[in-house]
């Protein structure tokens, strides 16, 4: 049975917004649910990525990840969380939970979308996401710095024929985003600003060098020769997918 979802919107003195939820899910959906501090037992930080604005929580749909957008770069030391209105199809949230219900529907392995939401305050919003917990992961990034051998360089590469193959654009495509679980099975995560886009070489071909960029900065010194010959393979396995 595939899942419904449905959208509230509120609307008060501290501020107007919506919040997209499934139905089968969240029997409750309120601004609480992107409050780590309403959380029982207190949410619990996510230890790398998400700039320090992500938490492990755990509620009535089992276990989740709750992520507040947060700006990066020189623009986020000025304006931390805000974001220009720019209408409500514009709003950073609800399009990644859009995007993670239609891969969902396409069999893409991500995480499972349970809310999103927005606040507006005059110009401006702040956003926040719940996704399902992938149980037992572990990053490429930490594989890495385990050992070049450590991932599965072909699978990985397989597993991003796949989403390109269905035209996603993976905005942030970088070693800490694909994760492998307990069984071997591959997933991508944190598809903020990605989209869906007619297919082309160029993107595709950027996307990959993106992450060998972050593969390079993650992976230790004295396993950095062996590190293109193995994201060689990745690119072997990713061009055969495309045959």
Not at 37 to 51: D, F
Not at 73 to 81: E, F, M, N
Request: proline letters at 5%; one cysteine or more; charged letters at 25%.
């Amino acid at each position: 049975m595939r899942p419904e979802f449905d959208v509230l919107r509120f609307s008060g003195r501290s501020g107007d917004g919506a919040i997209a939820f499934d139905v089968g899910r969240i029997a409750a959906p309120s601004r609480d649910l992107f409050d780590p501090h309403q959380w029982r037992p207190a949410a619990e930080p996510v230890a790398s990525g998400g700039r320090g604005s992500a938490w492990f929580v755990r509620g009535g749909f089992g276990d989740g990840v709750l992520r507040h957008y947060r700006r990066g770069g020189l623009v986020g030391r000025l304006i931390r969380d805000r974001y220009l209105f720019l209408g409500e199809a514009r709003v950073r949230s609800l399009a990644e939970f859009a995007l993670l219900v239609r891969m969902t529907g396409l069999g893409l392995p991500v995480p499972a979308p349970l809310a999103a939401g927005y606040c507006r305050q005059g110009l401006t919003y702040r956003a926040d996401i719940l996704v399902e917990r992938i149980a037992d992961v572990r990053s490429l990034a930490d594989l890495v710095g385990v050992g070049v051998d450590a991932p599965q360089w072909a699978d990985i590469g397989r597993l991003i024929a796949g989403f390109h193959r269905a035209g996603v654009h993976h905005a942030d495509l970088n070693a800490h985003n694909v994760l492998m679980d307990s069984s071997g099975r591959h997933y991508l995560i944190d598809f903020d600003r990605s989209r869906i886009r007619p297919q082309a070489a160029g993107w595709r071909q950027a996307n990959l060098a993106r992450l060998l960029r972050s593969l390079r900065k993650v992976c230790p010194p004295e396993h950095a020769s062996g590190l293109n010959k193995r994201f060689a393979s990745l690119q072997a396995a990713y061009r055969d997918a495309f045959l």
